[in-house]
């Protein structure tokens, strides 16, 4: 499975973006899409998640900015970003999570990343 996002780049406080991450390869039909951001030096945080069956969450500091959805057809999910602030500025990634149960586990795949930077 390889996921390839796309879509970041820089914007000014208050813009906004539309990341894309492309999924291609094997792909078990109920998943998990979450894209997730990182800032040099800090621990990955998730920022939103899909199901397979459109359910969604979203770390408070997006909730009613950002948008997370799925396109099953294309294997493709996006993140709608609204209102850009600075401290949005990270990489932003992409995974993709299936899970098979306790026996068989659970698999994970992550994208390259994507840079994000808002300017003031």
């Known amino acids: 499975v390889e996921l390839v996002e796309s879509g970041g780049g820089l914007v000014q406080a208050g813009g906004s973006l539309r990341l894309s991450c492309v999924a291609s390869g094997s792909i078990f039909y109920e998943n998990t899409l979450a894209w997730y951001r990182q800032v040099a030096g800090k621990q990955r945080e998730l920022v939103a998640v899909?199901?397979?069956?459109?359910?969604?969450d979203y770390a408070d500091s997006v909730k009613g900015r950002f948008s997370i959805s799925r396109d099953n057809e294309k294997n493709t999910v996006y993140l709608q970003m609204n209102s850009l602030k600075p401290e949005d500025t990270a990489v932003y990634y992409c995974?993709?999570?299936?899970?098979?149960?306790?026996?068989?586990?659970?698999?994970?795949?992550w994208g390259q990343g994507t840079l994000v930077t808002v300017s003031e």
């Open positions: 995974k993709l999570e299936e899970s098979f149960g306790p026996k068989y586990g659970l698999f994970e795949y």
């Open positions: 899909i199901s397979s069956s459109s359910s969604t």
